[in-house]
């Protein structure tokens, strides 16, 4: 198991090699984290988002901004990041781009429910479903 903390020192990393799961890990946190906040998603939200890690693990997270991620945590912020990018761009209002979550959704994907609630599922696919329908509604 890898250690929760990179002891590694800071420094030029060497671009000749892939980023790696470390690497990507604290900025990807501290970007969900701000996103979190934009939303005001309640603790339960945000871990539900990040595939239910154990407390102890979201609140270390939380806290130290830092942490090696597991590839499906990843895949789950980089949705969130998608989706919140696609809500600034559709939406420029930071209200109503942020707010847009919760408001009740009459596209057949949500049913009339707001989006949160699909997102909340504890699916990785409905992350990917909500990020695909914003950026079809965008163009792409």
């Known amino acids: ?11 030029p990393r060497d671009v000749t090699r892939p980023l790696s799961n470390a ?3 604290g900025p990807a946190l501290r970007t969900f984290f701000r996103i ?5 998603l ?4 945000a871990m539900r988002l990040l595939g239910e890690p154990p407390r ?5 997270w939380k806290r130290a901004g830092t942490g090696e991620l597991s590839r499906d945590t990843l895949e789950r912020i980089s949705y969130v990041l998608g989706i ?8 420029p209002e930071p209200e109503a781009a942020d707010g847009w979550l919760r408001r009740p959704n009459a596209a057949p994907l949500f049913g009339g429910q707001p989006a949160l609630q699909r997102m909340l599922s504890g699916n990785v696919a409905d992350l ?3 990020r695909q329908y914003l ?5 792409g």
């Open 135 to 139: 950026d079809a509604q965008r163009g």
């Open 56 to 60: 102890s693990t979201f609140f270390h």
């Open 128 to 130: 990917y479903l909500v």
């Open 23 to 25: 690497d990507l890990s």
């Open 84 to 91: 919140y990018k696609a809500l600034q761009v559709l939406l």
């Open 42 to 45: 309640t603790t339960s939200e």
């Open 36 to 40: 979190a906040d934009a939303w005001q």
């Open 1 to 11: 198991m890898a250690p929760i903390l990179d002891k590694r020192p800071a420094g």
